[in-house]
């Protein structure tokens, strides 16, 4: 199946451009903790933060680094962050999954916060979880549990393969071309069965414009290529100096803006949208039985839920000779299940521990 790059161009907020232009005026000279930074480490730090700036300009490391009112935006929200819940509704009213993988903690943390509270049953999985937790959520991704995966670009990279998902979001595109490509390689796989498509998220008058550029054109402007064959292809690496450079030589502080107040005031609109999307995809993947307990449970991420996917593989391991052994732990089994859950639990795993007699 093909692998499709769709450009997500948005236009920076008012706020965002000036938190901006402030990390790019202001190279950093100390660290977080308050030591001298290394000349060759400056570049990279700042580059960093640039990236940050253009896309979660709230987070508290612009803070770190400089004690000024300048340094962090008063919202998490952004036209970037807006633009990719507008993104989601389509695919998710279809029945498609979608994963948004990005390298900064923050903007995970408020991604998911803001699914959640649109009633989108989101999974967070960055390197604020467990590696056992990642791995269980992983798993009830593949199997529809989850909607939407929220996912740390280094902690989801390797390891795992989400071929049922054809819908990858990149809030930042790194100037590592492996870091993109293990990333697009997570859903883009030989076993996939429908087109991939692949958002890169760009704010413009920002880093973003020059990093998107560094990415091999095929065909149109609109279509890139992330494949691994061009990247080995290219085997240069990126002169960080050089990037921060044209940054700087690009960066337009008249440049028109949008007010995040206005997108803060659209977010009950866009809210309600993603409440209806998410409902109508449960209508192409209905669970089986909806373990959802107390009402303060209905839109918990732990909330266990059983899919046809879920009994599908429990018949197939019923009637299949090679199974012998008894599972270590059940993939089903959760510290926030309800009665009702862990009883539907215990019948699959009766189910899977039924021998047949041999012929």
């Known amino acids: 199946m093909a692998k499709i790059f769709k450009p997500l161009h948005v236009k920076a907020g008012r706020a965002q451009q000036t938190v901006y232009g402030f990390h790019l005026n202001n190279p950093p ?26 896309l979660c300009p709230d987070s508290q490391n612009l803070r770190d680094y400089h004690n000024d009112s300048k340094a962090a935006s008063w919202t998490d929200f952004t036209t970037k962050s807006a633009a990719i819940l507008g993104a989601l509704i389509d695919p998710l009213s279809r029945g498609k999954q979608a994963l948004i993988a990005s390298p900064f903690q923050h903007f995970n943390a408020t991604m998911y916060q803001r699914l959640r509270d649109a009633g989108v049953r989101a999974c967070l999985c960055d390197g604020t979880v467990s590696a056992t937790k990642r ?20 902690a989801m990279g390797e390891g795992n393969s989400f071929e049922q998902c054809n819908y990858l979001f990149l809030p930042s595109l790194d100037w590592a071309f492996d870091i993109n490509d293990q990333t697009t390689d997570r859903i883009h796989r030989l076993t996939s069965k429908e087109d991939v498509y692949i958002f890169g998220c760009v704010t413009e008058n920002t880093v973003d414009e020059r990093l ?53 005031a659209e977010w009950p609109y866009l ?64 510290p926030d299940e309800t009665p009702e859950s862990a009883e539907i639990r215990s019948l699959l795993e009766k189910l899977n521990n039924i021998q047949m007699p041999k012929e």
């Open 135 to 154: 791995g269980e959520m992983a798993i009830r991704f593949k199997k529809y549990h989850y909607s939407v995966m929220v996912a740390g670009e280094k």
């Open 212 to 264: 998107f550029t560094l990415y091999p054109e095929k065909g149109d402007s609109a279509h890139l290529a992330l494949d691994g064959r061009l990247f080995t292809e290219r085997i240069e690496e990126v002169n960080l100096a050089k990037l921060l450079s044209d940054a700087v030589k690009d960066f337009d502080p008249a440049r028109e803006t949008i007010d995040e107040h206005q997108i803060e």
């Open 271 to 334: 809210k309600q949208k993603l409440s209806v999307a998410e409902q109508q995809f449960r209508e192409f993947h209905p669970p089986i039985a909806s373990c959802i307990g107390p009402k303060r449970f209905v839109n918990s991420p732990h909330n266990p839920i059983v899919t046809p996917q879920d009994i599908k593989e429990a018949l197939e391991a019923l009637v299949s000779p090679k199974r012998t052994k008894k599972p270590k732990r059940s993939t089903f089994a959760d």
């Open 29 to 54: 000279e100390f660290t977080r903790a308050g030591e001298e930074l290394k000349k060759s480490a400056r570049v990279a730090v700042q580059l960093n933060l640039l990236r940050q700036a253009a």
